[in-house]
C-alpha cells in the first residue's frame, strides 16, 4: 500500500463531523453564546447579524435566531463558510488539504509544513483528518509528527489496515525496524497483508537483519501474488546485497518471464550477467533498456561501458555520443568518451582532455574524472595542475588505485619523494582498470536499487 492507495482510502474513508463540531452546534441550539467565542473571526460577522435583529425588535430571539443561522453555516461546503476568514478555511473546509497535498507534489515542503502545522491546531478535525494531517506530515519528513497524530486515533481509522501500512512506514523511516515488523505481524495475525504490506514486512526484516525471515516474506507473496512485481525487485535486492547472485539471477528470470518489457528488471538482469561474466548477454541487455528508456544515463553508460570492456572501443565511443546527441547530460559519460578517445588515438590527448573537463564541470566530485585529468596534465609536463585534481581525487577516494598511483607520480615529479614513495606503499598489486571499476559500481547499484530497500 503506497501513498496513492493510503490517499485513495482516505477519500472513500466516510466523512464524520467531529464531536467538538457536534457539541458546538448543540451549544447553538440551546440558546448558548459559548459557541462563538470558540470561532471568534467568524463571530464578528454574527454580531453585525445580532444588532440588525435587535434594531428590527428581534432582540428576545437573537440567541437563538443568531445561533441557528450560525449553525447552519457550518453545514455549508467549506468554500462558502471560509471566504471571510483563512482561518475558518483551515479548519472547516477540505481547502487546506488540497493546498498541502500540491505544495508536497511542489516539493515545497517548508511552506507545506508551515500550513499543516496551522491545522494542526483545529479543534473540529474527524478521525479521519486527523489520520490525513499525519499522512501529511509523514511526506514532509516529520516522522514523529506523523506518529503522534496516527496514535492520536483508533487503530481502524481509516481502516486497520490502512493505519498499520502508515505507522509501519513512519517507524521504518525512524529507524525503529522492530517496532514496524511488530506492527505488522499484529496486522497478520488478524488478516492476510496485501501486497503493499506484505513487501514493507519484507523491506524492515530485512533492515533489522533478519535476512532469512525477509527472503521467506517475499517468496510467500510471490507464491500468493505471482504479478507483485515489487516483491520481485525486492528479493533481487536482497540476495544481491548478500552476494548470492546465481539465486539472485533464478529469480529475475523468472520475474522476466512474468514482466518481460519492464526495464528495471531488464538492467537488473544486464547487471546480473555482467557481474557473471557474461558480456554479450549483458550487451544485448543493457542495448534493450536503452531502446525502452533513451534518456537511462546509466543504461547508456552500462552499454557503451560493456563494447569498452570487450575491447570495442569505437562502439563504446559511438553509443556515448548516441547519448550525448539524445540528450542524456551525464558526467559519467563524457568521462568514458575520454578513455574511448585515449583508447582509439593514444598519441593525442586533446580531444580526450576536452571531454574529461566536460564531466568535471558536470560533477566536480568525480573522483575517476579528476584522476584522468590530472593524469592528462601530467603526461602534459603540468605537475602542479595536475595535483590540484589528483590531491582532490584521493581524498574524495582513497582506495582509488588511479588517484593514489597518479598522485604519487605527481609528487615524484615536484621533488616531493617521501609523499610518493608513502602513496607507493599503500598501493594494492592488482587492480581492475577504472572503467571497469565504474561499470561494476553501476550494475551492483542496479540491483541493489532494484526494490524499495
Avoid at 227 to 254: H, P, Q
Avoid at 276 to 287: N, P
Avoid at 446 to 452: R, V, Y
Amino acid at each position: 500500500m503506497k501513498s496513492s492507495a493510503i490517499t485513495e482510502a482516505l477519500k472513500n474513508a466516510p466523512k464524520q463531523r467531529s464531536r467538538r463540531e457536534l457539541r458546538f452546534i448543540g451549544r447553538c441550539f440551546s440558546g448558548s453564546r459559548a459557541c462563538f467565542r470558540s470561532n471568534r473571526p467568524v463571530f464578528r460577522s454574527f454580531l453585525r447579524l445580532e444588532s440588525g435583529a435587535r434594531s428590527a425588535g428581534l432582540y428576545p430571539f437573537r440567541d437563538l435566531a443568531v445561533c441557528l443561522l450560525f449553525a447552519s453555516f457550518l453545514l455549508l461546503p467549506g468554500r462558502l463558510l471560509g471566504q471571510n476568514s483563512s482561518r475558518t478555511d483551515v479548519c472547516v473546509s477540505g481547502a487546506a488539504f488540497k493546498k498541502i497535498n500540491g505544495l508536497l507534489e511542489s516539493k515545497a515542503y517548508r511552506q507545506a509544513k508551515a500550513l499543516i502545522d496551522e491545522v494542526s491546531n483545529c479543534r473540529n478535525l474527524t478521525a479521519t483528518g486527523r489520520f490525513r494531517l499525519g499522512w501529511a506530515y509523514a511526506q514532509s519528513g516529520d516522522f514523529n509528527a506523523a506518529l503522534r497524530q496516527f496514535h492520536s486515533v483508533g487503530d481502524n481509522v481509516p481502516t486497520a489496515a490502512v493505519h498499520a501500512y502508515a505507522v509501519a512506514l513512519v517507524e521504518l523511516e525512524l529507524g525503529h525496524y522492530d517496532v514496524a515488523i511488530k506492527t505488522l505481524r499484529a496486522l497478520e495475525g488478524h488478516s492476510v497483508l496485501d501486497e503493499a504490506s506484505a513487501n514493507l514486512l519484507g523491506v524492515a526484516e530485512a533492515k533489522a537483519g533478519n535476512y532469512q525471515d525477509a527472503y521467506n516474506v517475499f517468496r510467500s507473496e510471490i507464491r500468493r501474488h505471482p504479478k507483485d512485481l515489487t516483491a520481485y525487485l525486492n528479493v533481487i535486492t536482497l540476495l544481491s546485497d548478500a552476494g548470492e547472485f546465481s539465486e539472485a539471477a533464478n529469480i529475475i528470470r523468472g520475474a522476466l518471464r512474468v514482466f518481460p518489457d519492464n526495464s528495471q528488471l531488464v538492467i537488473a538482469a544486464g547487471a546480473m550477467d555482467q557481474l557473471l561474466g557474461k558480456d554479450k548477454d549483458a550487451l544485448a541487455r543493457f542495448a534493450a533498456v536503452v531502446r525502452m528508456e533513451p534518456h537511462n544515463a546509466d543504461a547508456r553508460f552500462l552499454l557503451a561501458a560493456t563494447n569498452y570492456r570487450m575491447g570495442q572501443f569505437g562502439a563504446a565511443k559511438e553509443e556515448v555520443e548516441k547519448g550525448i546527441r539524445d540528450g542524456v547530460v551525464s558526467s559519467d559519460l563524457y568521462y568514458l568518451l575520454a578513455q574511448s578517445e585515449l583508447k582509439m588515438n593514444s598519441t593525442s590527448s586533446s580531444d580526450a582532455l576536452a571531454a574529461v573537463n566536460r564531466a568535471v564541470q558536470l560533477n566536480s566530485k568525480s573522483v575517476q574524472a579528476l584522476a584522468l585529468r590530472g593524469r592528462l596534465l601530467l603526461d602534459a609536463n603540468r605537475p602542479k595542475a595536475a595535483l590540484r585534481d589528483l590531491a582532490a581525487a584521493h581524498h574524495l577516494d582513497p582506495s582509488s588505485h588511479d588517484a593514489t598511483y597518479n598522485l604519487a607520480r605527481c609528487y615524484s615529479a615536484l621533488g616531493k619523494r617521501e609523499e610518493a614513495a608513502r602513496l607507493y606503499r599503500n598501493l594494492s598489486p592488482h587492480s581492475e582498470d577504472s572503467v571497469t571499476q565504474l561499470s561494476k559500481k553501476k550494475a551492483k547499484k542496479a540491483l541493489s536499487e532494484a526494490g524499495s530497500r
